[in-house]
């Protein structure tokens, strides 16, 4: 439980201070986010997804993507994650790093 509000910490820490740059890349990235297949639909993210538990329905409708304050996209329907390079990411998906948007 520490551990995982620690790391939680670090994450929006992280974003606060640098990811700034990332996320207008993904600004770019999101226009064109709903040409991308979903994340699950690309062999090269099997190894994130598993290490992150991610799954394309979140279980509890309180933490899902379109509430992570690493989702860039529209509240329905899906987006981009920053955690994922290529692909995109149901508003309704989840994965063990997700953080509340602040
Ligand atoms: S819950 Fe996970 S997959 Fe969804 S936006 Fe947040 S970090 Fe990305």
Known sequence: MADDLSRRALLKAAIIAGLAP???GLNA???SAEDEPLVTDIPANS????SLEYVNQSPNPEQICANCVLYQGPAEGSGK???FREGRVPAQ????SW???G
């Open 22 to 24: 990332v996320g207008a």
């Open 29 to 31: 990235a999101r226009a």
């Open 47 to 50: 190894v994130i997804i598993t």
């Open 81 to 83: 994650c920053g955690l």
């Open 93 to 96: 998906a989840w994965c063990k």
């Open 99 to 101: 953080v509340a948007k």
